[in-house]
Every structure is written in C-alpha cells, then in structure tokens.
C-alpha cells in the first residue's frame, strides 16, 4: 500500500526514509513496454514537443545511473547473472536516479520522463522466476508516478521489428533462462511471457495502453493526446496545450 509523501504525491512502499521530504510539484510520467517496442523512439519526439510548449522536460532510463551503469554492463556480459543479483543491481540503479535524478527535476517543477520503471523489474522477474512479492519489497522505495503509459505489441510483431533494428540480444531473448533451443525460439517465449506479464501489470495499476503496432507518428500522436489530457487535468489554471498531434 502506498504511503503519501504529500498530497498528490505517495510512495509505493516505504519511500527513501533517509532523504527531507520536500514538495514535489513536477510530474513523473512513465513510458513501459517491452525490449524492441519504441520506448526510447517515442520519449525522444515527446521531450522537444513538450519543451516547445513551455515545460522543463527531465529524461531517465533502465541502468542509466552514472554510479551503476558500466557495472551493469560488465556484470551482464559474463552471461552468469542469478535473478537475485539481477534484480539488486538494477534496484540500486532505480534508487540512485531516483534520488539524484528523478527526485531532483520533480522538486524542480520538471516533467519527467521515465523510460521504463519499477514495472519493469515486476515484468521480467517474474517471467524469470522470482518471488513477486520480494521484487515488490525491492522497490518499495519508488515514487509512484503520475501517469504510467503502456506501449503494448505482440510477439508477431515485435520480431521483425527487432531483427530489422539492432538484432536479438541475448538478455531480451531470455537465453539465460533456457527456454528455447536457438536465440529466435527463446526471444519469442521469453518475450511473450513478458508481454503477458505486462499486461496483467496493466490491468493491475491502471497504466493507459497504446497500441504499439502502428506507425511511429500514429504512437506518437497517441501519446501527445494522453500527456496533453493529463497536464491539463494536472494544471487547469495552466494556458491549454495546444493541438496534441504531431505535423509530421
């Protein structure tokens, strides 16, 4: 159960006890979804649309703190990662851009943009086997956002997609698990088991859905609507966004 921090704002299990609450007045928006489905795409046509309409736009990203970051690395290229070593890297990931990044840019009045968030260790460790509940606890330091949107495609679709970008790699293709006999046969059960995951996950905290299959200016429009339907909620008083629709 979420405990609140201020009005507005709550945590989803015990916060970060150590750090002085201040007000957070900024707003938290996460994109998920699964490897290959556009998320980085997508967060980088909403920042400069959402800069030209007057907001202080702040972007964050799975493993991309500065004190965890190239441990990750190295640590997944030994391929001997355990769920539970796993989940402890990427939670001290979480917890170090959430106090020096995320929480920063929110007492700031930022928007920020989240790419991926604590959704996403409750997605993949449970396709990978571990306890739901432990992986919860793990993260109970995080904020609860303000708006989480979910980028949903199907395996079929995804595959192209991904061997046409950068390729299978052998973490999203769910190699460590065994669960396929080659890279393409795993990637499609493993995938599909996180997809399924996600979408419980959905239905579980709300997250809005966007269908992901379409064009990147058709997703991306879809998201302008949903920012702009939930900043004006957020800020009545605040001068309407304009036409939420991309030109391109």
Known sequence: MAS????GKSWYGRGLPYLT???LPGHLIVIEGTDGVGRSTQIGLLGPWLELEGYAVSNTGWTRSPLLHETINEAKAGHQLTVTTFSLLYAADFA????HEILPALQAGFIVIADRYMYTAFARNTAM???PAWTRDLFGMALVPDLVIYLDIDVETLI??????KGM???ESGMHLALGTD????????QGSLIEEYRRLASEFGFITVDARGSIDDVQNQLRIHFSDYLRRADPNRASITNPV???
């Open 4 to 7: 609140h921090s201020k009005p």
């Open 246 to 248: 991309s030109d391109s």
């Open 96 to 99: 170090d851009r959430l106090e």
């Open 183 to 190: 890279l393409f046969d795993s990637f499609q059960r493993y």
């Open 129 to 131: 086997g571990a306890d």
């Open 21 to 23: 609450q201040k007000p």
């Open 169 to 171: 790699d052998y973490w």
């Open 160 to 165: 192209p997609r991904v061997v046409q970008g």
